[in-house]
């Protein structure tokens, strides 16, 4: 079996820091992808990490270590336009994304 | 402008009725999937395609059909046998040829379908 495991909710104050945590179990690992959705919108790529290490993309970074099974993705400089819902997803066959649940981050002025 | 199109955007079913969900793309992408989204329940993949006539299924499979009969066209059929249809549904589609698992996930808008 495989599961991912993401906070629910996340508030953070427009202009913060906010990292959002991303624990995986799976039989096979290709790589770990995050994705946004504004609500009833459709999920965008942000990123993706195959290897440990960070990727950096503008104001967003995301990490991962393979041998703890864990990634985050930062998002630094908040906007009020970040609050949105936030996925982590996992490669584990090469053929289909497995995805968390979400995490839903609200933005506060 | 290259995308991919779900219509329609809501749909409205009753009980029992069979439903077909559409899905086209003008990407050229090889690989397309549905996913089905619940409040609270992230994404779950229903079906998917790597290449045309050649369809597997994913995690939540019972109760949905699809067909692959042409690159952009990737169908999906709500059956009546699927005990709780009413769900957000979104298709996607990804890469070219068969090292395309590193490519990103393009999605569409998504069909919003109710049964009652």
């Known amino acids: 079996g495989q599961s991912l495991e993401q906070p629910s909710e996340v508030t953070a104050v427009e202009g913060a820091i906010v990292q959002i945590n991303c624990t995986y179990q799976?039989?096979?690992?290709?790589?770990l992808s995050w994705y946004q959705q504004h609500d009833g919108g459709a999920p965008t790529f942000l990123s993706y990490n195959a290897l440990d290490g960070l990727e950096e993309t503008g104001r967003f970074s995301s990490f991962l270590s393979r041998s703890d099974s864990y990634g985050y993705l930062l998002l630094q400089e908040l906007q009020m336009k970040d609050s949105a819902s936030y996925f982590c997803?996992?490669?584990?066959?090469?053929?289909?994304?497995?995805f968390g649940k979400g995490t839903s981050l609200l933005v506060t002025p | 402008d290259g995308g991919i199109t779900q219509s329609p955007k809501y749909l409205f079913r009753k009980e029992g009725q069979n439903v077909t969900l559409s899905c086209e793309q003008n990407?050229?992408?090889?690989?397309m999937y549905w996913y089905r989204q619940d409040p609270g329940q992230g994404l779950r993949l229903i079906y998917y395609s790597q290449i045309v006539n050649d369809f597997q299924k994913g995690d939540i499979a019972e109760g949905y059909s699809v067909s692959r009969e042409k690159k952009e066209s990737f169908p999906l059929t709500v059956t009546s046998a699927q005990k709780n249809p009413t769900a957000f549904y979104l298709c996607?589609?990804?890469?070219?040829?068969?090292?395309?698992?590193?490519?990103?996930?393009?999605f569409g808008n998504g069909t919003r379908l109710t049964v009652t």
């Open positions: 990407l050229n992408h090889d690989a």
């Open positions: 996607a589609s990804r890469g070219q040829g068969v090292s395309s698992y590193n490519s990103p996930l393009h």
């Open positions: 997803a996992v490669e584990d066959s090469g053929y289909a994304l497995n």
């Open positions: 799976t039989s096979g690992f290709y790589g």
